[in-house]
Nanobody, 125 residues
Framework: VQLQASGGGLVQAGGSVRLSCAAS????????MGWFRQAPGKEREFVAA????????YYADSVKGRFTISRDNAKNTLYLQMNSLKPEDTGVYYC???????????????????WGQGTQVTVSS
C-alpha cells in the first residue's frame, strides 16, 4: 500500500492541526495504521495507532488527551487530530501501515511495510 501524508503547517502553541494520510494500492481496511514523528536531531518516535476497524487505539503518553487518531475505511484515509499543540510537538509526522497487530502494540516497528513521505508540523511558542 502507498501512503501520502498531508495537512502539516505552522501553528501557534495551543492551536490545532489535522493530518491526513491517503492510502492507495491496497485494501486499506486490512492494515493496522499508525503515526510517528521525528523532531530535529532526534529519533523517530511512535505517536498513535489504530486497529483495522478503529476499535483498538493506542497513544504515546506524550500525546494522550490531546491527539486523536481515526480512520475512514470507506475513504482509505487515516487522520490525526492534534489539539493543544506544544512546541515540543514540532517535527515531521509520518503515517505507517502494517498487516500485523503486533507492529504498533508490541513495538515491533521493523514489521512496518509502508511509510508515508512525512508532513512537517511546526508549533511556535
Amino acid at each position: 500500500v502507498q501512503l501520502q501524508a498531508s495537512g502539516g503547517g505552522l501553528v501557534q502553541a495551543g492551536g490545532s492541526v489535522r493530518l491526513s494520510c491517503a492510502a492507495s494500492g491496497g485494501t486499506f481496511s486490512r492494515y493496522v495504521m499508525g503515526w510517528f514523528r521525528q523532531a530535529p536531531g532526534k529519533e523517530r518516535e511512535f505517536v498513535a495507532a489504530t486497529s483495522w476497524s478503529g476499535g483498538n487505539i493506542y497513544y504515546a503518553d506524550s500525546v494522550k488527551g490531546r491527539f486523536t487518531i481515526s480512520r475512514d475505511n470507506a475513504k482509505n484515509t487515516l487522520y490525526l487530530q492534534m489539539n493543544s499543540l506544544k512546541p515540543e510537538d514540532t517535527g515531521v509526522y509520518y503515517c505507517a501501515a502494517s498487516d500485523r497487530y503486533s507492529t504498533f502494540y508490541l513495538g515491533k516497528y521493523d514489521e512496518i511495510g509502508s511509510w508515508g513521505q512525512g508532513t512537517q508540523v511546526t508549533v511556535s511558542s
